[in-house]
Nanobody, 122 residues
Framework: QVHLVESGGGLVQPGGSLTLSCAAS????????VAWFHQAPGKEREFAAA????????LYADSVKGRFTISKDNAKNTVYLQMNSLKPEDTAVYYC???????????????WGQGTQVTVSS
């Protein structure tokens, strides 16, 4: 059974940093990419970043380039999203998802976690 479990969300001040974790289990990670999406209240789910499990290929949304970094720990089956210079508009529920392809399109992602709330506010 496939499981993606996010953690690390919370309240942070503007300009601050936060690291999210996505622990994956139940499938062959080498065949997949893992991505982070975010969804603010009343808005559509948006892509943030993705990483191919095998190799070093990554993909970033323009809105997070230079501020967010996606990385992985193969031994721990965990993907991280390091978020720096956070802005109030980054406030959202952050989801990790897995797909057989590296893509920014949510429809390609077959497996989803439950999400973790990130709130950027003073």
């Amino acid at each position: 059974q496939v499981h993606l479990v996010e953690s690390g969300g919370g309240l942070v001040q503007p300009g601050g940093s936060l690291t999210l974790s996505c622990a994956a289990s139940g499938f062959r990670m080498n065949d997949y990419s893992v991505a982070w999406f975010h969804q603010a209240p009343g808005k559509e789910r948006e892509f943030a970043a993705a990483v191919r499990w095998s190799g070093v290929n990554t993909l970033y949304a323009d809105s997070v380039k230079g501020r967010f970094t996606i990385s992985k720990d193969n031994a721990k089956n965990t993907v991280y999203l390091q978020m720096n210079s956070l802005k109030p508009e980054d406030t959202a529920v952050y989801y990790c998802a897995a797909s057989s392809r590296l893509s920014a399109i949510s429809g390609y992602y077959e497996y989803w976690g439950q999400g973790t709330q990130v709130t950027v506010s003073s």
